[in-house]
């Protein structure tokens, strides 16, 4: 009777050393890291700020001039209010807003 019941324990010790000894895979991303150099380009790193934020007239979107790093000018822009759905309006979606 002993030994079934030291079987099943070995069994299972055996199993979790097994388990604690492998090493979990890494899921993270390597990161870029900052140095002076890239600190010191500004606004061509990230862009400019948001800026005119104003809401649609349902509330349902929200609309902001940004400029982005690689833009050479600002353009405005529209994002549902969760969040989601960002995207760059043309000149005749912008007239249609306003």
């Given at each position: 009777?002993r ?18 000894s ?34 649609s ?42």
């Amino acid at each position: 009777m002993r030994k079934l019941v030291i079987i099943p324990l070995l069994a299972l010790a055996a199993s979790t050393w097994i388990a604690a000894s492998q090493s979990p895979a890494s899921t993270s991303t390597p990161q870029a890291m900052l140095t002076v150099d890239s600190i010191m380009r500004g606004p061509k790193l990230v862009g400019n700020p948001p800026a005119a934020i104003r809401f649609s007239k349902d509330s349902s979107q929200i609309y902001f001039s940004w400029q982005k790093a690689t833009d050479e000018r600002t353009s405005t822009y529209a994002v549902n209010r969760d969040g989601s759905g960002l995207k760059q309006l043309t000149p005749d979606e912008l007239r249609a807003v306003e």
